[in-house]
């Protein structure tokens, strides 16, 4: 359904420029492709499932990471990217493992459940692991480049003052 709402968008777009140049050509068409186009997101919307996650404390984070260290299989498939380019990330976890474990952690809509979980396609796993770890390292992009107002000395380390006066980590 999704590609098919893709491709609508794109012919719908390409009818609204034909429409804009030559009215005669697009005549219609336009009109029809806006009705499948909101009769395929109104489907779209009523198959959908809403989930709410939520950044859990570090500390948390790092204890299920802990209870899920990177499987021999991938250490091995490290050993040989390594060699190739010796700059290739170690992995810090199984991720396999930790998914399901860090987002009954911050999962705060739908209920959790295994069952759930295990009738998930593949896809749909990693999806939500990718949601689930980046709330959790989402603070990791801080904008610091304009947050110096100015520099003080006092004969150790030049220190900067952001420029609202204070950082406020975001709460959870």
């Known amino acids: 359904?999704?590609?098919?709402?893709?491709?609508?968008?794109?012919?719908?777009?390409?009818?609204?420029?034909?429409?804009?140049?030559?009215?005669?050509?697009?005549?219609?068409?336009?009109?029809?492709?806006?009705?499948?186009?909101?009769?395929?997101?109104?489907?779209?919307?009523?198959?959908?499932?809403?989930?709410?996650v939520q950044a859990i404390p570090g500390e948390e984070f790092d204890d299920i990471a802990r209870q899920h260290p990177p499987t021999l299989t991938q250490l091995d498939r490290w050993r040989e990217q390594a060699k190739v380019f010796p700059l290739a990330e170690m992995p810090e976890w199984d991720d396999r493992g930790m998914a399901p474990d860090l987002l009954k952690a911050c999962l705060v809509e739908p209920e959790w459940s295994d069952e759930w979980w295990r009738g998930l396609s593949k896809g749909t796993q990693n999806q939500l692991w990718n949601l689930a770890l980046s709330v959790q390292v989402a603070g990791a992009d801080l904008p610091f480049f304009n947050a110096a107002t100015g520099t003080t000395s006092g004969g150790g380390d030049l220190l900067t003052t952001p420029s609202n006066g204070a950082f406020h980590p975001p709460m959870s």
């Open 1 to 52: 359904m999704l590609g098919e709402l893709d491709q609508i968008r794109h012919t719908l777009k390409l009818a609204q420029q034909t429409e804009k140049y030559n009215p005669r050509v697009g005549e219609g068409s336009v009109a029809a492709l806006e009705r499948r186009l909101s009769e395929l997101a109104e489907a779209a919307a009523d198959g959908s499932l809403e989930v709410v």
